[in-house]
């Protein structure tokens, strides 16, 4: 949560120093950067976990040599799609490098969230300086560095904080059969990629909906961190559904009822667009914790491990086909009719595994 408020520190600073027409077109790059992140990491995170908890060193060194071959196509492949110049954004093509090469899964192997939150908040506190000298200066160069410090920061940390002596050991687990691992990755994938997949896909050159998103992304931030610490401690039942469900159904509801207030927080003299879009989109956040509750339920169960293969085809493959809209509002209508789609097909899967369970 610490480190959450941190980012939105960040927002708030460049929200009143910069233009929303600079703010846009960074933010539009920085959600393509997300989703080389999470093609880096997100997919192999939990995977990692579970083979540093069985003491299996040797596969997970080959999955982190993986993650950085992923991490320099997905850069390079940012480079040749992007008309900005090279040395406009460079420092943002790090932050894919330094996801691959972070040994965050060994802090999270050994359930130390402390260390893990130790890792967040000073990353942050590198991008709150960071933002202070972008808001002082107002240079487009200073506005490219913060992620990148933040990102740095933290794999420096996580670095350390990974291979110090731990006074516990390791937590033992069953061990993952491989249909199991590749449900795993496939789950993981699909929940890494949903903050940023429709925006991108849908909403290019749509800067009001960027806008937008960057508020979205400090609930999907907040709810990566705590199913990461509901996954590494295999929690099940009401609590994990209380951890995910009850503070996004609370910003749902400031989102709904406060659109314009929160914008005049974050941004200087927002538009009524983006008051709009984000009131259309108030509901966002509490569908993305119900897309992670379904996924936690689901992803390590080997008799569904094509699924979240199939649903991240599906939401790539169909965003293609979907109506082309001019107006944000619009899009941002369709990004949550998508999501809707998304959960009642990941209920419909944990009805079918809860009645073979019964029946079993």
């Known amino acids: 949560m610490v480190a959450r408020i941190g980012g939105m520190v960040i927002l708030v600073l460049i929200g009143h120093a910069y233009s929303q027409a600079d703010l846009g077109t960074y933010f539009q790059l920085l959600a393509m950067i997300g989703l080389a992140v999470t093609a880096t990491q997100a997919g192999s995170g939990p995977l990692l976990v579970r083979l540093a908890q069985r003491r299996t060193f040797r596969p997970a060194l080959f999955i982190v040599v993986l993650r ?25 093509i790090l932050i894919p490098l330094a996801a691959a090469l972070s040994p965050d899964w060994l802090i999270a192997a050994k359930t130390r969230f402390s260390r893990l939150g130790l890792t967040a908040v000073t990353g942050q506190a590198c991008g709150i300086v960071a933002a202070l000298w972008a808001s002082m200066t107002h240079a487009p160069s200073a506005l490219y560095l913060i992620a990148p410090a933040i990102s740095l920061a933290s794999f420096a940390l996580a670095t350390m904080f990974a291979f110090e002596r731990s006074p516990t050991r390791s937590l033992e687990t069953v061990p993952t059969k491989n249909g199991d691992a590749f449900g795993l990755v496939g789950f993981t994938l699909l929940a890494g990629f ?9 909403g290019a050159e749509h800067h009001q909906l960027f806008l937008a998103q960057r508020i979205f992304l400090f609930c999907a931030g907040l709810i990566a961190a705590i199913a990461s610490a509901l996954f590494a401690k295999q929690q099940t039942g009401r609590l994990r559904d209380v951890w ?9 509801g400031l989102l709904f009822f406060f659109p314009g207030a929160l914008a005049k927080i974050v941004y200087h003299d927002p538009s009524n667009d983006l008051i709009s879009v984000l009131q259309i989109g108030a509901v966002w956040p509490i569908m993305l914790a119900l897309c992670t509750r379904q996924i936690l339920i689901l992803q390590e169960t080997s008799a569904f491990r094509w699924v979240g293969w199939l649903c991240l085809a599906l939401m790539i493959i169909s965003a293609f086909g979907m109506p082309i809209f001019t107006a944000s509002t619009d899009i941002m209508a369709l990004i949550v009719f998508r999501m809707t789609c998304l959960i ?11 009645k073979r ?4």
Request: aromatic share 8%; proline share 7%.
């Open 68 to 92: 950085l071959l992923i991490a320099m196509i997905a850069s390079a492949l940012i480079t040749l799609t992007t008309s900005l110049p090279f040395g406009h954004y460079w420092p943002l």
């Open 194 to 202: 949903l903050p940023n997949l429709d925006f991108v896909l849908l």
């Open 244 to 252: 995910l469900l009850m503070p996004m159904a609370f910003v749902s």
């Open 344 to 354: 009642l097909i990941l209920v419909a899967c944990q009805k079918v595994l809860t």
């Open 357 to 360: 369970q019964v029946m079993a």
